[in-house]
């Protein structure tokens, strides 16, 4: 089954400077990924998401990049800023019949230090 | 409000006792999930449904149980709870053309 691994575990940044976080999966028929953000005592909430056919995607501060033939994803958050602090989890999926399993990284935690 | 609905926030379990962790959806998506997270090791499927009447497992099926009689509900059964299934517990859902999976807000199951 498809693995994913998640890096770093912990991050801390200045409020403005850039985070980046970076993910691999195993399955090359992982053709969907997104990025979710979780803050405390909630549950995950979708940020982005980046499909295979597509290298780069960007949403105001947030982008994700894509290397399929790395099989690595990344999440660029710009000109951070403290509500930016969470838990964020990448995830791959395989397309199956009629669902989209999600396979998640472990998550980083993301501080950042006004 | 759409969304996903999960109850009851949070439980406290004697080992051994039966319990149903309940998830509604109301946006009629044909595929809802059901994962645990841990710390350290993040969320981890455990059972799936692609549509009513249909399941199936994921990476972390034992000790549970689903079944999908409709299209909004989805809950999940610990049959003779273990202190090992201390976790938090999301359900999820999607439409069948893989767009955005919406997780309700959880539950803390502690089993004691």
């Known amino acids: 089954g498809e693995n994913v691994e998640q890096h770093p575990s912990t991050l801390s940044v200045q409020e403005g400077d850039s985070a980046v976080i970076k993910c691999t999966y195993s399955?090359?028929?992982?053709?969907?990924f997104p990025w979710y953000k979780q803050e405390l005592g909630k549950g995950p909430q979708l940020i982005i998401d980046?499909?295979?056919?597509?290298g780069e995607k960007k949403d105001q501060r947030i982008a994700v990049t894509l290397n399929k033939t790395a099989k690595h994803f990344s999440l660029h958050i710009t000109e951070t800023q403290p509500e930016d602090s969470a838990v964020y989890f990448c995830?791959?999926?395989?397309?199956?019949?009629?669902?989209?399993?999600?396979?998640f990284g472990k998550g980083t935690k993301l501080s950042v230090i006004p | 409000i759409a969304g996903i609905t999960q109850a009851p926030t949070s439980q406290i379990l004697a080992a051994g006792r039966r319990m149903t962790l309940r998830c509604t959806q109301d946006?009629?998506?044909?595929?809802m999930y059901w994962y645990r997270q841990d710390l350290g090791l993040g969320l981890r499927l455990i059972h799936y449904?692609?549509?009513?009447?249909?399941?199936g497992k994921g990476e972390v099926p034992d000790g549970y149980s689903v079944s999908r009689a409709n299209t909004d509900d989805f809950p999940l059964t610990l049959a003779s709870a273990v202190p090992s299934q201390t976790s938090v517990y999301f359900c999820?859902?999607?439409?069948?053309?893989?767009?955005?999976?919406?997780f309700g807000q959880g539950t803390r199951l502690t089993v004691v």
């Open positions: 399955d090359s028929a992982s053709n969907y």
């Open positions: 999820a859902s999607s439409d069948a053309r893989g767009t955005e999976a919406f």
């Open positions: 980046i499909r295979s056919n597509v």
């Open positions: 995830a791959a999926s395989t397309p199956g019949a009629g669902s989209y399993q999600l396979t």
């Open positions: 946006m009629r998506h044909n595929a």
């Open positions: 449904s692609n549509t009513a009447g249909t399941t």
